[in-house]
């Protein structure tokens, strides 16, 4: 236990088989349970995390047949610390990247701070994120500006690190269906945390980059989280802004979306229009700038709003 707090950690593992039992025997001892979900690898995964389930009690390993994705793996690893009454889950991957002296971070923002959630960000405090290769640093700036937007978490930073500790209340909360099960895990993870109004924080841990290799795949992977986002963007929106309590938010989006896209059609008829020796009148012109302007205060009303109403 960790200050009154069982603690479970989940481990999905696809093909770890060099670094598994390293990352496996790294974990804590005050950790009560530790859930390894492999996910169909064909490799000795299994193997490894037998022995060392063999001289530690705490490891369970789960198998899956066949190959479902990390967010399933995590999942299966949620459940699991759920039923066996867990306080928190702390999601670890199978390839050592989630330094575990750094575990108690993420415990004592929900136990001191009341916390739902607390995630790891690489890029807090000075030169935690410089070992990152810059290609991932890049592509790590696009999406968590996009997974902002989506989610609603417009404080939270670095969205793709999978370090999680999170409260089984929280879990037991959540729709753990809809959480994404592949890739887009976080990104997911992170809308449907908001649609609960759940507190989540932000953390600096560093990772550690060895010889691991990165399974995602650019043109299998961001097309799909790209996906994830907006499709959670608009259920977040409905669900939060609409169904549970109506809020000027969403009246604000749909009024101004509305109106640019009027705008915008009136423009390029306009601009049709007036190819040739014809040429559009002020009137015209106005019907789409006036709307347009009126269309983009509105959307900037909303953002405003959704910024502030971030759980806090």
Same mark, same amino acid.
């Given at each position: ?56 009690? *705490? ?76 290609? #991932? ?40 269906? #809809?959480?994404?099960? #592949? ?15 759940? *507190? ?34 608009? #259920? ?77």
């Amino acid at each position: 236990m960790y200050r009154d707090k069982k603690i479970a950690v989940v481990v999905p593992a696809y093909n770890e088989e060099d670094l598994i039992a390293t990352t496996v025997r790294g974990v804590p001892d005050f950790v009560d349970a530790v859930a390894v979900t492999d996910d169909a690898s064909v490799d000795g995964t299994a193997a490894r995390v037998a022995e060392v389930a063999a001289s530690d009690p *705490r490891v369970t390993l789960i198998r899956h047949e066949e190959n479902q994705g990390v967010g399933a793996a995590v999942v299966d690893g949620y459940r699991k610390a759920v039923a066996d009454g867990m306080d928190i889950a702390v999601v670890m991957a199978g390839d050592n990247q989630m330094p575990p002296e750094h575990l108690q971070r993420l415990l004592d923002p929900l136990i001191d701070g009341g916390y739902d959630a607390a995630k790891g960000n690489r890029f807090l405090g000075e030169q935690l994120a410089m070992r990152m290769p810059r290609h #991932r640093v890049l592509g790590n700036i696009v999406l968590t500006l996009l997974t902002k937007m989506a989610s609603g978490y417009w404080s939270i930073f670095d969205a793709q690190n999978g370090y999680w500790a999170v409260t089984t209340d929280s879990l037991r909360r959540l729709d753990l269906s #809809r959480i994404a099960r #592949r890739y887009d895990l976080e990104n997911s993870m992170l809308i449907q945390m908001n649609i609960i109004n759940a *507190r989540v924080a932000d953390v600096a841990i560093p990772a550690v980059y060895g010889y691991e290799q990165s399974a995602i795949r650019v043109w299998r992977d961001v097309p799909r989280i790209m996906l994830t986002l907006f499709s959670g963007f608009w #259920r977040r929106v409905f669900l939060k802004y609409v169904l549970y309590n109506f809020h000027p938010i969403a009246l604000f989006l749909f009024a101004g979306l509305a109106l640019v896209a009027w705008a915008v059609g009136i423009g390029a008829w306009a601009a049709i229009y007036s190819i040739g020796p014809e040429s559009a009148t002020t009137g015209t012109v106005m019907l789409s700038v006036l709307p347009f302007l009126v269309g983009f205060q509105l959307l900037l009303a909303a953002l405003v709003l959704d910024i502030i109403n971030e759980p806090r």
